[in-house]
């Protein structure tokens, strides 16, 4: 544990001098591990990941394979940017895996939220150890591991509760165990994000908002069906793009969209309409433990509520969740 806490002397990086200098630190760093050897990559489209995959085909190039696996339950053009940066701008060698109808198929009927999570969390492991096993002489696992994960790891082996599993991937097999390379594993979220702005990555993947590993799957209430998880993504972009708009983006902390398991009567061209509500959730927070709601404008939720009833198939109305946590916590499942 020793080597894995964070030296007092350590300057916090701030600005993209700052945070340069420690990527030139790095990848000297990561050649003197690496050699010539291959690693081996989970990338999520997630900050940390992706931070890592940049800051290592900045040192070791080809020598790199990230893998991209789609869960089919990414937001609307996720995976799509992940290969237009990786593989289009910065030429990395990456292996996409659309795992959608694995996912789906083993998805359907489940509507408890934590056997949800462990299947999503086992199957990625599955997808991505099948993919592993296809590629040949990979030494090296990197992980995107950031300081707040290796306190909350000392935190739970002192016994500490949480309230819901917030598990992404667990372990690999054993016949996987390879060498860990963690280069950001010191840096707290915002120097993560410097270290992904020097490194030239887009806003959009850098100061992306939080998004839980099961992604769309913990928002699609109960057991998920691909018609109402479809309307969740394109809701939920709409969300997105007049938060844009507003300027909200850059302010709240997280925002999305929830379509629970349930219909209401509603009416559309005069006819009867039954369709599912939109939940909407914006949340500030600090450290994700407690979050207080953001007050939106009246008129920006009225726009939102026409987009989407005009918009979205199978949603009939919108609704607004101010319920602050505690004693809601940010996620419905
Ligand atoms: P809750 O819902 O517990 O969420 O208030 C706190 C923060 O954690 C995110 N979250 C998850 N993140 N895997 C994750 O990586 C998960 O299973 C998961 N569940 C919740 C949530 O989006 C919020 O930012």
């Known amino acids: 544990m020793e080597n894995n806490l964070r030296p007092e002397s350590m300057a916090r990086i701030t600005t993209i001098e700052l945070a340069n200098a420690f990527i030139e630190e790095q990848i000297k760093e ?27 085909i900045k040192a070791i190039g080809k020598q790199l394979v990230c893998v991209h696996v789609n869960h089919g339950l990414m937001r609307k ?35 408890d939220p934590e056997t949800k999570r462990k299947i999503i969390g086992k199957e990625f492991i599955e997808v991505f150890a099948e993919e592993a096993r296809k590629q040949e002489g990979i030494s090296f696992l990197a992980q995107g591991t950031i300081y707040p994960d290796i306190l909350e790891s000392i935190k739970q082996a002192e016994g500490k509760k949480a309230v819901k599993s917030h598990h992404n991937v667990g372990g690999l097999p054993e016949d996987l165990q390879f060498e860990l390379v963690e280069p950001v ?6 120097e993560v994000r410097m270290v992904g702005r020097a490194l030239g990555l887009p806003s959009a993947m850098v100061d992306r908002q939080p998004f839980p590993g099961p992604g769309l799957g913990v928002r699609c209430l109960g057991a998920i069906t691909r018609d109402r998880l479809a309307a969740l993504r394109e809701a939920d972009a709409i969300l997105r793009e007049e938060f844009d708009i507003c300027g909200l983006a850059g302010k709240v902390w997280q925002y ?27 949340v500030n927070s600090k450290d994700a433990m407690t979050a207080s709601i953001e007050p939106i404008d009246y ?15 199978g949603i009939n109305r919108v609704l607004y969740d101010i319920t602050p946590n505690p004693t809601g916590t940010i996620e419905w499942e």
């Open 299 to 313: 008129a920006v939720l009225a726009k939102i509520t026409a987009r989407i009833t005009s918009e979205v198939a």
């Open 185 to 190: 594993k010191l840096l707290f979220k915002d």
């Open 30 to 56: 990561v050649r003197a591990q690496v050699g010539d050897k291959k690693v081996l990559l989970a990338l999520s489209g997630g900050v940390d990941s992706s931070v890592v995959a940049a800051l290592l």
């Open 77 to 111: 053009n996720e995976s799509e940017n992940v290969v237009e940066v990786f593989r289009n701008q910065l030429d990395a060698n990456l292996v996409y895996v659309d795992a959608t109808d694995r996912f789906l198929d083993l998805l359907a009927g489940v509507s």
């Open 256 to 282: 999305f969209v929830v379509i629970p398991d349930i219909k209401s009567v509603g009416v559309k061209d005069d006819s009867r309409y039954e369709g599912w509500p939109a939940i909407i959730r914006a």
